[in-house]
């Protein structure tokens, strides 16, 4: 399906410029000028079988970028700086209203800005409106599938403001090899990449992420402990949950045991701050551990659970919860209790449930 499931811009294909980098058609006498310069890099991340391509079928490829734009399938332009072609870029249509942009840069004109200065000419273009005086191709999103091991090329995507949405595990070859490839896409409402704005949301998506939980340590008279028997796993644990974006993991703890048990609780201090190994399957964690405390008369006349989440409720003393908990729970417990034995008020930075040693 063509672009906009009609036509690229009517008329030849325009000739884009940034500076000194010209973004223009292919044309046949490209095709021997430019196929001494492929390397070894461009073939491996473009899985070429040959490292500098048969000269009939480089010159059939220049040819077919001609016929691509023809049917709107695809816009394909040759870089050229300061009179020499240093590369290719290229969209090709994904969807309607949504393009997915390649680009490649010869060796010997490689580390000079070259690649991020035309994919953000291209985007400019991309984005433009078909009715505009110079017109674009109107898209509201472009994006980009990049091996994660090509560095260059994923700092290309980022510096052109394409943000990281995700990785597609397994989804392509390289000779025999099965590799992931990372998602990186950029709207046209996004902000432009040079920025504060633009450069603090780029990085935002690549930067790593950590799983956040809240969860409350309810105490009654007898000081025993509230713990959850769960309806998806076999240990008991304490109640609370996942903290959702933008929300604090004390808001969490609250909403938790209201969304699960139907009760209303306050917090009333930080317990604990306890990192998490991977584990079972999930990757690592930080645990907020609040201590809080119930609001109006006994939990067992009022309690009404979510019976997809939570079996049952049971009070539990110190001593036998590690019977009914996983073994981090089990740690953190212990810890919890060993400080406030000595009497520390203060809240526990915890390693897997243990305080952290001094030093390490």
């Given at each position: 399906m063509?672009?906009?499931?009609?036509?690229?811009?009517?008329?030849?294909q325009?000739?884009l410029?940034?500076?000194?980098l010209?973004?223009?058609?292919?044309?046949?006498?490209?095709a021997?000028?430019?196929?001494?310069?492929?390397d070894a890099?461009m073939a491996?991340?473009?899985?070429?079988?040959?490292?500098?391509?048969?000269?009939?079928d480089?010159?059939?490829?220049?040819?077919r970028?001609?016929a691509?734009?023809?049917?709107?399938?695809?816009?394909?332009?040759?870089?050229q700086?300061?009179?020499e072609?240093?590369?290719?870029?290229?969209?090709?249509?994904?969807?309607p209203?949504?393009?997915?942009?390649?680009?490649?840069?010869f060796?010997?004109?490689?580390?000079?800005?070259?690649?991020?200065?035309?994919?953000r000419?291209?985007?400019?273009?991309?984005?433009?409106?078909?009715?505009?005086p110079?017109p674009?191709?109107?898209?509201r999103?472009?994006e980009?599938?990049?091996?994660?091991?090509?560095?260059?090329?994923?700092?290309?995507?980022l510096?052109?403001?394409?943000?990281?949405?995700?990785?597609?595990r397994?989804?392509t070859?390289?000779?025999?090899?099965?590799?992931d490839?990372?998602l990186?896409?950029?709207?046209?409402?996004?902000p432009?990449?040079?920025?504060?704005?633009?450069?603090t949301?780029?990085?935002?998506?690549?930067?790593?992420?950590?799983?956040?939980?809240?969860?409350?340590?309810?105490?009654?008279?007898?000081?025993?402990?509230?713990?959850c028997?769960l309806?998806?796993?076999r240990?008991?644990?304490l109640p609370?949950?996942?903290?959702?974006?933008?929300?604090?993991?004390?808001?969490?703890?609250v909403?938790?045991i209201r969304?699960e048990?139907a009760?209303?609780?306050?917090?009333?201090r930080?317990l604990?701050?306890?990192?998490?190994?991977p584990?079972?399957?999930?990757?690592?964690?930080?645990?907020f551990?609040?201590e809080?405390?119930?609001v109006?008369?006994?939990l067992?006349?009022?309690?009404?659970l979510?019976?997809?989440?939570v079996?049952?409720?049971?009070?539990?003393?110190?001593?036998?919860?590690p019977?009914h908990?996983?073994p981090?729970?089990?740690?953190?417990?212990?810890?919890l209790?060993a400080?406030?034995?000595?009497?520390?008020?203060?809240?526990?930075?915890?390693?897997?449930g243990?305080?952290?040693?001094?030093?390490?």
């Open positions: 063509p672009f906009d499931a009609v036509t690229l811009p009517p008329g030849e325009p000739t410029v940034d500076g000194e010209v973004l223009r058609p292919w044309r046949a006498e490209d021997d000028a430019t196929r001494p310069l492929h890099v491996r991340w473009f899985d070429s079988l040959a490292v500098v391509p048969d000269r009939d480089h010159l059939a490829w220049v040819e970028t001609h691509e734009w023809r049917d709107g399938s695809k816009a394909t332009f040759v870089l700086w300061r009179g072609a240093v590369g290719s870029v290229d969209v090709r249509h994904r969807s209203g949504v393009g997915a942009l390649s680009w490649a840069v060796a010997p004109y490689r580390g000079r800005g070259l690649s991020s200065t035309a994919v000419r291209l985007v400019r273009w991309c984005f433009t409106a078909v009715d505009a110079e674009g191709l109107g898209l999103r472009v980009a599938e990049v091996n994660p091991l090509n560095r260059s090329s994923m700092n290309t995507a510096r052109s403001g394409l943000r990281r949405e995700g990785v597609l397994g989804n070859l390289l000779g025999d090899e099965v590799h490839t990372v990186l896409g950029r709207l046209a409402t996004d432009e990449p040079g920025t504060r704005e633009g450069f949301a780029m990085l935002d998506s690549q930067l790593p992420t950590k799983r956040v939980i809240g969860q409350g340590l309810v105490r009654n008279g007898a000081g025993e402990l509230l713990l028997e309806a998806y796993k240990e008991w644990d609370g949950g996942v903290v959702d974006p933008g929300e604090s993991p004390a808001t969490c703890v909403r938790e969304e048990l009760l209303d609780v306050s917090v009333t930080l604990a701050v306890n990192w998490l190994k584990w079972l399957g999930w990757g690592d964690a930080v645990l551990v609040f809080v405390a119930l109006g008369d006994d067992t006349d009022r309690a009404a979510l019976e997809r989440e079996r049952a409720l049971h009070w539990v003393s110190p001593t036998d919860a019977e908990v996983a981090y729970n089990a740690r953190m417990l212990a810890s209790g400080a406030e034995a000595a009497g520390d008020t203060g809240t526990l930075v915890l390693e897997d243990l305080p952290r040693r001094e030093g390490a």
